[in-house]
């Protein structure tokens, strides 16, 4: 399935109401592949990007980096950067909290530097309201049970952790039809190529506007 643009998202898409660089939401549930096709747009395009990193209360994964990956703060860091007002969006998934920070966003684009947030659908609710002009990304597999072999492949998580992310994902897809655009990564380079051709209209777009 190629990227899709919705007719009811068309006026907003084609007419950019900010000057600013791309803002452009990524969602889409564990086991599609968003690190992955993320680490293999930003070797393969020339456009100025940053993915945004995010903070996080969960424990690092295996090969993680603090500041690379996420920030890996403690509920009393995040709580306390939480009343600062430091976050643009922030939601607990899967038990611990993530949220996105505006250090991560704002100072980028003022500089022409597109940025891509990786965030889970109700982060993506959030970023929506306050950005009008982002454009918003749903990476899917092909099917539920795609999900659950990749997951098994990291081999990070155990069964029944699995089984609860699996039925996150089918929550998680009924939310697929907020987005502007879905692609499905079965073809790794082909969506790769889907979402670079994205992220490009709105870089032209940005700049026609300036």
């Known amino acids: 399935m190629s990227a899709r643009e919705p007719n009811s998202v068309q006026s907003k898409i084609n007419t950019p109401k900010s000057t600013a660089a791309p803002l452009i939401i990524l969602s889409g549930p564990s086991g599609t592949g968003k690190s992955t096709l993320l680490e293999r747009l930003l070797t393969k395009t020339d456009l100025r990007l940053h993915v945004s990193v995010s903070a996080t209360t969960r424990l690092p994964r295996s090969g993680e980096v603090d500041g690379k990956h996420y920030y890996f703060w403690t509920p009393e ?3 306390q950067a939480k009343r600062a007002g430091e976050f643009l969006e922030s939601a607990q998934v899967h038990g611990c ?3 996105t920070l505006r250090s991560e966003v704002d100072p980028y684009r ?4 597109g940025v891509i947030l990786d ?3 109700q982060g ?4 929506r309201r306050l950005y009008p002009d982002s454009v ?5 597999a092909g099917s539920l049970e795609t999900y659950a072999h990749r997951l098994q492949q990291r081999g990070t998580e155990k069964e029944a952790a699995i089984r609860r992310r699996v039925a996150a994902a089918a929550q998680e897809l009924e939310h697929a039809g907020e987005y502007d655009y ?3 990564n079965e073809d790794l380079s082909q969506a790769v190529a889907e979402v670079e051709a994205i992220v490009r209209r709105q870089s032209e777009r940005g ?4």
Not at 207 to 210: L, P, R, S, V, Y
């Open 77 to 79: 860091r995040f709580e």
């Open 97 to 99: 909290q993530y949220g």
């Open 110 to 113: 003022k500089q022409g530097i």
């Open 119 to 121: 965030i889970d659908v």
């Open 124 to 127: 993506a609710a959030q970023i």
């Open 136 to 140: 918003s990304i749903f990476l899917r």
């Open 182 to 184: 879905q692609v499905i």
């Open 207 to 210: 700049n026609h506007a300036g």
